[in-house]
């Protein structure tokens, strides 16, 4: 056993080659430049402007982070409630004004020509529940606000960091979400 150990020993410090040993046939690429992504890249907001801007206008944020679907579906979000508010102003209004009605006119009788009028169903609980339902818009509204600033807050720091999330749908029709995360 001593002796191959000297004559491995000796055969490499005269330098032959072994038989074992082959010229490695991969090449090495040119490493490429480290840059460093807390000095050269940056949110086009910062979170603060970011929050500010959502809060105000839901999907500002998000479209000026180059999130222009999130943007959108706050916005839309933001539509669809002040039309719902808007509408449901109108029948709180109308039935504030028929609340003192006793009888409303709805038709004339096509014989006699006479009047038809309908006993008013505008009550006080109806008053009530439409004054509720302006409220819960109000509520609604205020909460997209919220989750519009808190969601474009969030985009803010988190701009730099790859989106590597994949969704793709198998043959048998089941949808499949897939996200890598580096460590």
């Given at each position: 056993m001593k002796t191959g150990v000297l004559a491995l020993l000796a055969?490499?410090?005269l330098g032959a080659s072994l038989q074992a040993?082959?010229?490695?046939?991969?090449r090495v690429s040119p490493k490429?430049?480290?840059?460093?992504?807390?000095?050269?890249?940056?949110?086009?907001l910062t979170p603060k402007r970011a929050f500010?801007?959502?809060?105000?206008?839901?999907?500002?944020?998000?479209?000026?982070?180059?999130?222009p679907v999130a943007g959108a579906i706050f916005a839309f979000t933001e539509s669809i409630a002040i039309a719902m508010l808007s509408q449901s102003v109108q029948e709180l209004n109308q039935a504030k004004s028929f609340r003192t009605d006793s009888l409303i006119p709805i038709g004339t009788d096509p014989v006699s020509?006479?009047?038809?009028?309908?006993?008013?169903?505008?009550?006080?609980?109806?008053?009530?529940?439409?004054?509720?339902?302006v409220e819960d818009w109000v509520?609604?509204?205020?909460?997209?606000?919220?989750?519009?600033?808190a969601d474009s807050y969030v985009a803010a720091h988190l701009w730099d960091l790859p989106a590597q999330?994949?969704?793709?749908?198998?043959?048998?029709?089941?949808?499949?979400?897939?996200?890598?995360?580096?460590?």
């Open positions: 055969s490499s410090a040993q082959r010229v490695d046939s991969t490429l430049p480290v840059v460093d992504t807390a000095v050269n890249v940056k949110p086009p500010l801007y959502s809060l105000a206008v839901p999907g500002l944020g998000q479209s000026r982070l180059g999130r020509g006479t009047p038809i009028f309908h006993r008013s169903s505008y009550t006080d609980e109806l008053i009530n529940i439409r004054k509720s339902h509520a609604f509204l205020i909460a997209n606000h919220l989750f519009s600033g999330i994949k969704v793709s749908q198998r043959p048998n029709g089941t949808s499949v979400i897939a996200a890598r995360i580096s460590w």
